[in-house]
């Protein structure tokens, strides 16, 4: 085998292995009802398989997770997600805010699911983080993978996000970063640009994708209707 094939196939090895650790990552950030609670024991053996700095990040949360009532859950998730846009699990709002690019982004990834044989229901968003792991981990891991990489800038702002606002989801967030690669330069100066702009502001031209806007006056529709 060549030097370019042997690094292609450790490459899809690599994807591979991750693959778990997306699906973990899809279910921890996914709103915390009885479902996630009752599967807790088994997401925990899996991630005793991932690597250590994948694993980590995951069994701090996890033990947020068993530490913590089912109700005073429910509601931080609700207040750190469904309330702060800085927290915003849709990723394609970070590149281009509630503007027409953003409905042809999620235009595009609609269509990348369909060609790897995925449908969405109608109350799922193509960008929600948890859809996009989802896809990665049981769609197709090399096109998850290239999605994640696409939004390393909005992953980081809401990994940073998280993390400032001290916030148990935040481990969730590292363990997402470490199965990706490091950020080169002109991925810190992304995320350096979205800290300091913010998305675009122009609300038109996101039907038929968006739901009802927050009362907030924002067009972010609620990350619990986003899970797959």
């Known amino acids: 085998m060549s030097p370019t094939n042997k690094r292609r196939a450790a490459a899809r090895e690599s994807t591979a292995r991750h693959a778990a650790a997306w699906q973990v990552q ?3 950030l996914g709103y915390p009802d009885e479902r996630l609670l009752e599967q807790a024991r088994l997401v925990r053996a899996v991630t005793g398989t991932l690597p250590d700095r994948v694993a980590e990040p995951l069994r701090r949360f996890l033990g947020h997770l068993h530490r913590t009532p089912a109700t005073e859950l429910a509601a931080d998730y609700v207040t750190t997600f469904d309330h702060r846009k800085r927290n915003c699990l849709f990723l ?3 590149a281009h805010g509630d503007t027409r690019n953003r409905g042809a982004a999620l235009l595009r990834l609609k269509q990348t699911y369909a060609a790897a044989g995925l449908r969405l229901t109608d109350d799922e968003l193509p960008d929600h983080l948890c859809v996009v792991l989802e896809f990665a981990a049981t769609g197709d891991p090399e096109a998850g ?11 980081e702002l809401l990994r940073l996000a998280l ?8 481990d969730v967030l590292d363990s997402v ?3 990706l690669p490091p950020l080169a330069g002109d991925e810190r100066e992304a995320v350096a640009k979205l800290a300091a702009q913010g998305p675009p502001e122009e609300q038109v031209g996101l039907a038929p994708f968006a739901p009802s806007p ?7 529709p609620a990350p619990t209707g986003g899970r797959s």
Do not use: P
């Not at 993978?145 to 992953?155: F, I, P, S, V, W």
């Not at 606002?165 to 935040?170: D, E, K, L």
């Not at 927050?214 to 972010?220: K, L, P, Q, T, V």
């Open 214 to 220: 927050h009362g907030d006056g924002g067009a972010m």
């Open 145 to 155: 993978q290239r999605l994640l990489t696409e939004h390393r800038a909005g992953l």
């Open 26 to 28: 899809s279910l921890l």
């Open 177 to 179: 970063s470490a199965t």
């Open 163 to 170: 993390r400032d606002a001290r916030s148990a989801w935040a």
């Open 92 to 94: 394609t709002y970070y």
